[in-house]
Structures are given as structure tokens and as C-alpha cells.
């Protein structure tokens, strides 16, 4: 009896937690398809847009769940190109992509 109590306790604990997941939100725009993940709390985690083929495609963002930006960078069919921006612990570090490797990294305080 008391597995059974115990067991029932998990699964209603995991039903609570699945009631609190925001799903994420997809909007066609044209070739493009915008999407935006969120966090529990409801603060978004990422945005940024898939092309056709699903791949990334175009800007992304990411963010804490405080809602403070991580990264900001561009896609093109996949891969990372262009100058990527990460904020970790009051320092910017400018990352520079081509097909997804890295081909400079630059430090700057805010």
C-alpha cells in the first residue's frame, strides 16, 4: 500500500510540473518560421526564425530566465556566421563565425 501511495505521489508531482511547461509558439512568416521558447516562469529562453527546411536561419536570441540577453547572433541555413554576441558576468565576448567555426573571439567589459 504504501508503494502504491508513494507511486500515485510521484505521478500526480509530475503532472504538476508538466501543467507549468509554457509550450513554445511557431508563427509562419513567409518562408521563414518565427519561434519563441520560454522558460516555467513564462520569460522567453529563445527567439529566432527556421528557414523552409527547418534549419536556423536568421537571428537568434537567447536569454536567462531573469529576462537578462545571453546571445545574439545569425544563422544562415544552419550553420553560425557573423559576429556573435555572449554576455557572461558583466563581460561581452564578441564571437566571430564562419560555417560554424569560430574564426576570432574578442573580451570587452559592458
Known amino acids: 500500500m504504501k508503494k502504491l501511495i508513494l507511486i500515485l505521489l510521484m505521478f500526480s508531482g509530475t503532472l504538476v510540473f ?20 520560454f522558460y516555467e516562469n513564462g520569460n522567453i529562453e529563445q527567439q ?5 527546411e527547418g534549419k536556423l536561419h536568421g537571428e537568434w536570441v537567447s536569454y536567462d530566465v531573469k529576462g537578462n540577453k545571453l546571445s545574439v547572433g ?8 557573423g559576429k ?9 565576448k564578441e564571437v566571430e563565425y564562419k560555417n560554424s567555426k569560430i574564426t ?3 573580451d570587452s567589459n559592458q
Open 74 to 81: 545569425q544563422y544562415e541555413n544552419g550553420l553560425k556566421i
Open 48 to 52: 529566432g526564425t527556421f528557414n523552409s
Open 18 to 37: 508538466a501543467q507549468n511547461k509554457v509550450e513554445p509558439q511557431f508563427e509562419k512568416d513567409g518562408d521563414l518560421t518565427m519561434a519563441t521558447y
Open 84 to 92: 556573435w554576441l555572449f554576455w557572461q558576468a558583466g563581460v561581452k
Open 104 to 106: 576570432g573571439v574578442k
